[in-house]
């Protein structure tokens, strides 16, 4: 394709996501980072076998999902995940199949599954993109093959969605962001910077000679995580990058799958 002039911006904090209703997004690719667990579970899900993952906001529509009709019809295929406050849901007597560990998706339990996951903020950010042209979930597992896809098919207008923590900012998706950023305008001079896009990146540029030890150290997330001895592998392994060639993308119907 030939050069087209690229818009790429940044949104740094959830609590921007309230804004995003209210802009024009018809045309606009956003890409989803939720690093500090969801797309990165998302995408290991999605590597392992599974059919497609349904973001929800809220456990009680996770739980709808599953006692719905078309639920309680293919049962077998479908399993509750996600997490509040880090740790796997557990509500009114029923346990969710699966937390928001990416280490629990092993491929003998979600192959050829439709998983429903709802996350403190990773499913919110998500579902605030719903009016976009397109939605991608990634993560580092993820970030070339992601970035690959939007260069290949040229796009005008992208975002970069930082999930964050609670309203603030997480370093990890800032990082995240920042990383897609260098890889965009990698010897591309038609793409025009936003000033939040400039922050992600010129934060990533001074962290990425020591990123893992930069985000175990003043990643919020990661101490969250470390601390919780069921959980602390988690950051390690989130923080791989490049170990899925994978783009999730959401469809239509809501579901992530794998394009």
């Given amino acids: 394709m030939s050069p087209t002039s690229k818009q790429l911006d ?3 904090t959830p609590a921007e996501f309230a804004a995003l209703g209210k802009r024009d997004l018809r045309e606009t690719v956003c890409v989803v980072f939720d690093v500090l667990r969801a797309t990165s579970t998302f995408a290991t899900a999605l590597q392992n076998g599974a059919k497609e993952i349904i973001p929800v906001g809220e456990i009680s529509e996770a739980l709808a999902f599953k006692n719905s009709e078309f639920g309680i019809q293919n049962s ?3 399993l509750l995940g996600g997490e509040r406050n880090g740790v796997r849901i557990s509500v009114n007597g029923i346990d969710f199949d699966l937390g928001n560990s990416p280490r629990e998706y092993l491929p003998e339990k979600v192959r050829g599954k439709t998983i429903v996951s709802t996350t403190t903020n990773g499913t919110r950010a998500l579902r605030a ?4 042209k397109i939605i991608l979930a990634a993560s580092f597992l993820n970030l070339t093959a992601t970035a690959e896809f939007l ?15 609670r309203e603030n900012a997480a370093l990890e998706d800032t990082l ?3 990383a897609m ?3 965009l305008a990698d010897g591309n001079i038609h793409t025009t910077f936003s000033t939040s896009a400039e922050i992600a990146l010129q934060t990533y540029t001074q962290s990425k000679s020591d990123l893992v030890a930069t985000i175990i150290r003043d990643s919020e997330n990661a101490r969250r995580l470390l601390a919780i001895p069921e959980l602390r592998d988690d950051v390690a392994f989130c ?4 170990l899925y060639p994978l783009i999730a993308k959401m469809e239509a119907g809501g579901g992530i799958r794998r394009n």
């Fill in 76 to 78: 077998e295929f479908i």
């Fill in 176 to 178: 995240a962001a920042g």
């Fill in 239 to 242: 923080l791989q990058r490049d």
């Fill in 10 to 12: 940044v949104l740094l």
């Fill in 181 to 183: 950023c260098e890889l």
């Fill in 129 to 132: 993109c719903a009016n976009a």
């Fill in 151 to 165: 260069r290949q098919n040229n796009f005008a207008d992208i975002l970069l969605v930082c999930a964050g923590t």
